[in-house]
């Protein structure tokens, strides 16, 4: 069964950069879209980016087109995310599952998706 960890997180000032790692265990990525989402204390959560299973579409938020770049490294059986100029919105906790791509910016999880822990970003100065 597949297993997806991520990892990355941290705390940074507004203006800086993370990278998130979603790696995968008992399965092989590239027979999955992956989505990372994104939940804010005391919001719901939400798609921030995806990616499919081969690599050739993406989809971003609106709010983190030009920030956020995913990519995925098929031989590490791993997907990635980019964050540049983190704002303080960014924060709260980050999950990767596998999900589908809707339209040229939606990512929905799938509904039998298994929540991990997920990786906490803050942005604070």
């Known amino acids: 069964q597949l297993q997806l960890d991520e990892s990355g997180g941290g705390q940074v000032q507004p203006g800086g950069t993370l990278t998130l790692s979603c790696a995968a265990s008992g399965g092989t990525l590239r027979d999955y879209s992956i989505g990372w989402f994104h939940q804010a204390p005391g919001k719901e959560r939400e798609g921030v980016s995806c990616i499919s299973n081969g690599g050739g579409q993406i989809n971003y938020a609106d709010s983190v087109k030009g920030r956020f770049t995913i990519s995925r490294d098929t031989a590490k059986n791993t997907v990635y995310l980019q964050m540049n100029s983190l704002e303080p919105d960014d924060s709260g906790v980050y999950y990767c599952?596998?999900?589908?791509?809707?339209?040229?910016?939606?990512?929905?999880?799938?509904?039998?998706?298994?929540w991990g822990q997920g990786t906490q970003v803050t942005v604070s100065s």
């Open positions: 599952v596998p999900s589908v791509l809707r339209g040229s910016s939606d990512c929905v999880a799938h509904t039998d998706s298994s």
